[in-house]
């Protein structure tokens, strides 16, 4: 996001209490850009914590799956 100053807008419950915020657009996507990438690396790292090691070919797996289906 910009290091500029922005002002954003918040909306307010009838109390006052800030409740949500008005943001640009942009602010939006680059923010949720960044959310998706977070989640991407996050999976990541959790599937190499659970990843047993154990590999089999592609041909391996293609007739097992033949054999699963017949």
């Known amino acids: 996001m910009d290091t500029q100053y922005r ?3 918040f909306v307010t419950d ?3 209490e800030k409740v949500a915020v ?3 657009i942009n602010d ?3 923010m949720m850009d ?3 990438e977070l989640e991407d ?3 990541y790292d959790e599937s190499k914590v659970s990843d047993s090691g154990e590999r089999i ?3 391996d797996y293609l007739k ?3 054999l699963d289906n017949e």
């Open 57 to 59: 070919s592609i041909s």
């Open 34 to 36: 960044e959310l998706d």
């Open 22 to 24: 008005i943001i640009p």
């Open 64 to 66: 097992k799956r033949s």
């Open 7 to 9: 002002k954003h807008q």
């Open 14 to 16: 009838p109390k006052g």
């Open 41 to 43: 690396i996050r999976l």
């Open 28 to 30: 939006y996507k680059k």
